[in-house]
């Protein structure tokens, strides 16, 4: 993948487009199983398909010579479901009001720009194997992760993902008012 990225960029530049080109590269989600032995999601729990840490928080950048400024980092988490918007916005693109509908991202301009420094609109991450009741379903709002396991009859846990970013204290039990509130957000 590096190689490729690198030859679109190299491309990019002989074509003297790459100012007018904006570049996202992001993984889709975390490693597979740890149990082959060959990949890792670090101290984080969890792996793809799962709603865990380790399952939902990867690596991604973004690059667009000449407006966006390089080596800038952000810890304000971001999905794939952020990219419309930001295209949108980028090229002034506005839906007509009879075509109106509800958009899930965000303009990551904003974060981008350092302008915003944490994401107001919670996020919405799900995996639906429709195998066995598999429906794991995850929603971060501020510093909490509400998830439902991706397993047959799997149980709904509570975390707060900035003081536990290793998901090792369920506070399902301890914040009734809470888990309730974002259950019904998810």
């Avoid at 960029?9 to 993984?27: D, Q, Y």
């Avoid at 000449?66 to 479901?81: F, M």
């Avoid at 991450?125 to 195998?131: A, I, K, S, T």
């Avoid at 379903?137 to 047959?152: M, N, P, S, V, W």
Wanted: charged share 30%; glycine share 8%.
């Amino acid at each position: 993948m590096d190689e490729q990225i690198g030859r679109l960029r190299a491309k990019l530049r002989e074509l003297g487009i790459e100012k007018n080109t904006l570049l996202f590269f992001c993984s889709d989600n975390g490693p597979s199983s740890t149990h082959k032995g060959i990949s890792s999601a670090g101290p984080f729990k969890g792996h793809k398909h799962q709603m865990y840490e380790g399952g939902l928080l990867v690596p991604a950048c973004v690059e667009w010579p000449g407006t966006i400024e390089a080596g800038k980092e952000s810890d304000v988490r971001c999905a794939t479901v952020d990219f419309f918007p930001t295209i949108a916005s980028v090229v002034d693109y506005s839906f007509s009001k009879s075509k109106e509908r509800p958009i899930d991202g965000i303009d990551l301009m904003p974060i981008i720009n350092e302008k915003v420094t944490q994401r107001k609109k919670p996020l919405f991450f799900g995996y639906r194997r429709l195998y066995q009741g598999v429906d794991g379903q995850a929603l971060i709002k501020g510093d909490y992760k509400i998830l439902k396991e991706a397993k047959k009859d799997g149980r709904t846990r509570l975390y707060n993902i900035v003081s536990d970013p290793h998901e090792e204290n369920d506070l399902a039990k301890e914040n009734p008012e809470l888990l309730k509130e974002m259950s019904r957000a998810l």
